[in-house]
């Protein structure tokens, strides 16, 4: 049993979009931010967004900042990241990873709680 689960990845043209999303059934999904991280071939993982707790608070990465949405349904325990206008450098695995909060904010650490186990996004035409 896997406490968080991506889907959604796959083969895109530049300039297209895809849906990522990210599961966690069995998470006291409340209590924990959720980022979203990008590892590029042969590159270290770098967090692109994080969501608070409660969905209130957003952040992203420079690299994705105007392109990507990050939302979150407490109720469902999923959050969604929107991936718009992508490029060949967006592509690589995707991981979503729980980080435990006391405070409604937006800190996704390198080192989270938990992480899910990726999926493939690949940019190219």
């Known amino acids: 049993h896997l406490p968080l689960v991506e889907s959604g990845g796959g083969l895109v043209q530049p300039g297209g979009s895809l849906r990522l999303s990210c599961a966690a059934p069995g998470l006291a999904f409340k209590n924990y931010a959720i980022g979203w991280f990008h590892q590029a071939p042969g590159k270290e993982r770098e967090r692109v967004s994080c969501?608070?707790?409660?969905?209130?608070?957003?952040s992203y990465s420079d690299s994705v900042k105007g392109r990507f949405t990050v939302s979150r349904d407490n109720a469902q325990k999923t959050v969604d990241l929107e991936m718009n206008s992508l490029k060949p450098d967006d592509t690589g695995v995707y991981f979503c990873a729980a980080t435990y909060r006391v405070l409604d904010d937006t800190h996704c650490s390198a080192t989270p709680t938990y992480w899910g186990q990726g999926t493939q996004v690949t940019v190219s035409s």
């Open positions: 969501i608070s707790p409660s969905g209130s608070s957003t």
